[in-house]
């Protein structure tokens, strides 16, 4: 018996995912970093050098996305990913040699590009994968991340970070390997024109059982292609600039619809208090506990119950619609932030009774769930099903810019939110942001379980009641149109 398709698409997803974990491994390196440097002072660090290194990310990763988008119009998606598992090892082999503040700082910028350049993942995966299997392989994603996260705050109880760096290379070396030997992506195929190409490598992953999937995909291409050859004839004679042709591209509703889909979506996913939780630990359990001697106990079972809701969320997709995932689990992530900050705000106005740690213990497991189970996988699951096929390019790196931006000011900005309104008022201030994203969300939001990538394009451009063949005669008519 040969190797099913099922499990060469699990192959082809394990490159996406090994360098998922890779930042997850980042992002646990930092409380050793942070918290020895601030004992040894082996690299002197002020709380400007300090926050600086941790919000730079933020940044890096925009620059890393810009080329990413780039890179996977031009050569493709398998070569994004290979790149940002490369920075990621130098990133790495920077930090295990590191002795001095601009070095660490070299060493961030380059995860921060990988990063960037990973932030493809989600459509490479969403391009893999059956229609069947696209939601749970788009959910392993963020487990990927959490045990990442896992595994770096479990060594680094036992190793110096210098020691720590040079483990968690040889963690990242997987993920190269694996994208090494992955396929391309067939969508990509069929943008280049290379059908025959595209075919091989679809039947390779799928199988024949979805080469209806298939042949949509590349007639509709070729529809779309005679109207992008049309309006360049027309841009060249016009002479038009790239800023035009962007701006006509938003007036486009299958481009600007999931741009306001994923910019909210990434609202949520940042400030539903993941990052506030990692980057800023001390600050959160002092309020929390009004102690920060089990900062450390508290955090490896929050790591532990992340990772265990990670793995439901890759079930629950399996029986929830994203829309109604959308609905309860930002709805519980808004309710728990709002327990919390009443939970501290009684703490500290000495309204709870002497057994208070144990509520919080509990309101803080319960959103650390809630948002490992819906609010942080939702993203990585709908922005992987939403994107056109002709413009996942430009899509991605809009969404990446503002993926950057919302992650550099809510780590920025989280300490002056904290000495402004203190951390319950934060998380009040992050619950508003929730319940204004998950209604703008839900307005645009369509229905993608189940259906293929196609289905969902049509959609969302208004073609979803109509047959294939009518659907094929309306894209050629708005070609003539808009030629």
Known sequence: MGVTPFVKQCFAVSSVVLNMMSYGLVAGFNASLFSELRRTREIPLDIHSESWL????GLTLFGGSVISSLVMEAIGRRPAILAS???????????????????????????????????????????????????????????????????????????????????????????????IFSPESPSFLVTKGRYDECRKVFRWLRGTDEDDELETMIK????????KQRQRIKVLTLIKNKVTCIVTAFKKREIRIPIIISMHLMAINQFCGSAVNDMYALDVHTALY???????????????????????????????????????????????????????????????????MVIGVILHHLQCFIMG???????????????????????????????????????????YLFSLFGVDGTLCFYALILAYS??????????????????????????????????????????????
């Open 85 to 179: 598992s490369v920075f990621m090892i130098c990133g790495w082999i920077l930090l295990s040699l590191a002795s001095s503040f601009p070095v660490l700082l070299t060493a961030k910028i380059c995860h921060g590009v990988s990063y960037g350049l990973g932030s493809i993942g989600g459509i490479l995966v969403a391009e893999y994968s059956s229609p069947r299997h696209r939601g749970s392989f788009i959910a392993t994603l963020p487990t990927a991340i959490l045990f990442g996260i896992l595994i770096a705050h479990a060594l680094g109880m036992f190793y110096s970070w210098h020691g720590l760096s040079r483990i968690l290379l040889f963690f990242s070396l997987p993920g190269l390997i694996a994208a």
């Open 54 to 57: 941790a919000s730079l990310i």
């Open 373 to 415: 189970t819906g609010s942080i996988p939702l993203l990585f699951i709908i922005i992987g099903e939403i994107f056109p096929l002709e413009s996942r390019a430009l899509c991605g790196m809009i969404s990446s810019t503002f993926y950057s931006t919302f992650m550099f000011v809510n780590i920025k900005s989280a300490p």
């Open 220 to 227: 509709t291409h070729m529809v779309l292609k005679t109207n």
């Open 438 to 483: 998950l209604v703008v969300t839900r307005i645009y939001l369509p229905e993608t379980k189940d259906k293929t990538l196609q289905e969902v394009e049509d959609e969302i451009r208004g073609f979803a009641l109509l047959s294939h063949e009518e659907t094929f005669e309306l894209k050629s008519d708005k070609a003539d149109e808009e030629d």
């Open 290 to 356: 009004g102690t920060n001697v089990y900062m450390f106990k508290v955090m490896t079972s929050l790591d532990v119950l992340r990772l265990i809701a990670a793995l439901s969320a890759v079930y629950i997709t399996k029986k929830l619609g994203r829309r109604s995932m959308l609905l309860i689990f930002v709805t519980l992530n808004i309710f728990v932030n709002l327990c919390l900050a009443g939970h501290i705000f009684a703490r500290q106005r000495d309204l709870l009774p002497a057994s208070h």
